[in-house]
């Protein structure tokens, strides 16, 4: 289907209630990302991944410990 197309949308929803296979596909598929993009480990190297690069950021600016002490965030 199209973004920003109805007819396009209305094609996929028929697709879907008409074949029950493509359906079940779809919907195990969807599920399959769901727990791969968001789970604990997952959450947590993204979050890792984000401190690591405003320490690397604040390193560049000055170091972390006078970023940390003047209350500078960026």
């Given amino acids: 289907t199209y ?3 109805a007819q396009s949308l209305a094609w996929g929803l028929l697709l ?3 074949d ?3 359906a079940d596909r779809l919907a195990k598929n969807a599920f399959a990302k769901v727990q791969s ?3 604990w480990k ?3 190297a ?3 991944d984000v401190y690591l690069q405003v320490i ?3 390193r560049a600016k000055g170091g ?3 970023a940390a002490r003047s209350g500078r965030t960026r």
């Fill in 3 to 5: 973004a920003g197309n």
């Fill in 46 to 48: 993204k979050t890792r």
């Fill in 20 to 22: 029950q296979e493509v």
């Fill in 64 to 66: 972390v410990k006078e």
């Fill in 42 to 44: 997952s959450i947590a």
């Fill in 37 to 39: 993009v968001y789970n």
């Fill in 56 to 58: 690397t950021e604040a």
């Fill in 16 to 18: 879907v209630l008409r």
